[in-house]
């Protein structure tokens, strides 16, 4: 606590010096300054925060500003751009509607409890939206078991295809219990799989990047937790539901943006 404390505190201190340029009308490096003249310099800084503490405060808050917009902009590049990896199905399983106009990008891990909560949700989305285009994106956060399990599935991508795929993440995801590789390969082979080939393809470095790539947009995106999703213009984290979601999708037919004007 007290380092994560310091860096903060470093942070701001950075943005108020800058702000009282200290050093904007002299060429000298600040390790050029003698030992008196940076005691002169850290005696006028300190005296300056003293009378003034609420510059602490406002620069927290200037900092958090420009931090969360950027963070906003870096996430309108990514959602927003057809040709992102958020939308690479490239071991990724598509489900739904492959050509649908209406894009849902779901974020889960298969030992997510509110991801098994909303199962049915997503199955009524696409039964009520024939134009809707699910890309589901592991994201085995929770345990060990999490990344077995989506070596797994990333696998049986190369031999389950739409409608399969989601009778195999259904009863996947439906289970009770930790899941992990042998209840993955289970549900596989209980649909038919070829298991060895179901085994050596979770094992390959093309796999391993889906994960990886998944991994990485969800951290671009502020994604924390399971499930999530991108629909439209929006990031929405949590299971939010149906009703929520629903009216969303309805938007972005409607609107192009999952709020209209």
């Not at 779901?106 to 997510?112: A, L, M, P, R, S």
């Not at 060990?144 to 389950?160: D, R, Y």
């Not at 195999?168 to 549900?187: D, M, N, R």
């Not at 629909?231 to 939010?240: P, T």
């Given at each position: 606590?007290?380092?994560?404390?310091?860096?903060?505190?470093?942070?701001?201190?950075?943005?108020?010096?800058?702000?009282?340029?200290?050093?904007?009308?002299?060429?000298?490096?600040?390790?050029?300054?003698?030992?008196?003249?940076?005691?002169?310099?850290?005696?006028?800084?300190?005296?300056?925060?003293?009378?003034?503490?609420?510059?602490?405060?406002?620069?927290?808050?200037?900092?958090?500003?420009?931090?969360?917009?950027?963070?906003?902009?870096?996430?309108?590049?990514?959602?927003?751009?057809?040709a992102s990896p958020l939308?690479?199905?490239?071991?990724?399983?598509?489900?739904?509607?492959?050509?649908?106009?209406?894009?849902?990008?779901?974020?889960?891990?298969?030992?997510?409890?509110?991801?098994?909560?909303?199962?049915?949700?997503?199955?009524?989305?696409?039964?009520?939206?024939?134009?809707?285009?699910?890309?589901?994106?592991?994201?085995?956060?929770?345990?060990?078991?999490?990344?077995?399990?989506?070596?797994?599935?990333?696998?049986?991508t190369n031999q389950f295809?739409?409608?399969?795929?989601?009778?195999?993440?259904?009863?996947?995801?439906?289970?009770?219990?930790?899941?992990?590789?042998?209840?993955?390969?289970?549900?596989?082979?209980?649909?038919?799989?070829?298991?060895?080939?179901?085994?050596?393809?979770?094992?390959?470095?093309?796999?391993?990047?889906?994960?990886?790539?998944?991994?990485?947009?969800?951290?671009?995106?502020?994604?924390?937790?399971?499930?999530?999703?991108?629909?439209?213009?929006?990031?929405?984290?949590?299971?939010?539901?149906?009703?929520?979601?629903?009216?969303?999708?309805?938007?972005?037919?409607?609107?192009?943006?999952?709020?209209?004007?």
């Amino acid at each position: 606590m007290f380092q994560r404390s310091l860096a903060l505190f470093a942070r701001r201190a950075a943005l108020i010096f800058a702000a009282l340029g200290i050093f904007a009308f002299s060429p000298v490096r600040a390790d050029e300054f003698s030992p008196a003249q940076k005691a002169e310099i850290e005696s006028i800084v300190k005296s300056y925060l003293v009378k003034n503490p609420e510059i602490l405060r406002d620069a927290a808050a200037e900092l958090d500003a420009r931090e969360k917009l950027a963070a906003t902009k870096a996430r309108q590049q990514i959602v927003g751009d057809p040709a992102s990896p958020l939308f690479d199905v490239a071991n990724q399983a598509v489900i739904g509607n492959p050509g649908g106009a209406i894009t849902l990008v779901e974020f889960f891990d298969y030992n997510c409890g509110y991801c098994k909560r909303a199962l049915g949700d997503l199955a009524r989305l696409m039964k009520d939206n024939p134009d809707l285009r699910v890309v589901l994106r592991d994201l085995p956060i929770l345990s060990p078991g999490s990344v077995e399990a989506a070596k797994i599935a990333n696998s049986a991508t190369n031999q389950f295809k739409g409608a399969k795929f989601w009778e195999f993440h259904q009863k996947l995801l439906g289970s009770h219990g930790p899941v992990g590789k042998a209840e993955a390969i289970a549900v596989a082979k209980d649909l038919g799989a070829d298991v060895d080939k179901l085994n050596k393809g979770a094992e390959t470095p093309e796999v391993s990047a889906a994960i990886d790539q998944s991994m990485e947009l969800a951290k671009d995106l502020s994604i924390n937790g399971t499930p999530s999703y991108v629909i439209g213009d929006e990031v929405v984290v949590g299971a939010v539901g149906y009703n929520d979601l629903q009216a969303k999708i309805a938007n972005v037919r409607k609107c192009g943006k999952v709020v209209c004007s």
